[in-house]
């Protein structure tokens, strides 16, 4: 079985950090572009951040740049995202997703082949 496993998801008050993890199984990440996405209720999943082979690129969506990072472990078959500042328009289940063999369009989900289950964020008060 090919699998993404999200962590580190979480209830935090607004400002302060969270960070995620995502482990795949199954299948080796060195090649493949990386991707964070959210899905908040009631609301379209939306691209967030993501990372090339071996992190030579990185992008991020407006709405958390500056707060958050991504980076990649290849090592350890994992992609994390670290959050902070957080702030309560940042609660959603957030997803990691893996393109195999990169090239493609950051913020499309459907040019990613693989899905975790997604880990719930929430940020209140």
């Known amino acids: 079985q090919l699998q993404l496993v999200e962590s580190g998801g979480g209830l935090v008050q607004p400002g302060g950090s969270l960070r995620l993890s995502c482990a795949a199984s199954?299948?080796?990440?060195?090649?493949?572009?990386l991707g964070w996405f959210r899905q908040a209720p009631g609301k379209e999943r939306e691209g967030v951040s993501c990372i090339s082979s071996f992190g030579g690129r990185t992008n991020y969506a407006d709405s958390v740049k500056g707060r958050f990072t991504i980076s990649r472990d290849n090592a350890k078959n994992t992609v994390y995202l670290q959050m902070n500042s957080l702030k309560p328009e940042d609660t959603a289940v957030y997803y990691c997703a893996a393109a195999l063999f990169g090239g493609v369009k950051c913020y499309k989900p459907q040019e990613y082949d693989y899905w975790g289950q997604g880990t719930q964020v929430t940020v209140s008060s």
């Open positions: 199954g299948f080796t990440l060195d090649y493949d572009t």
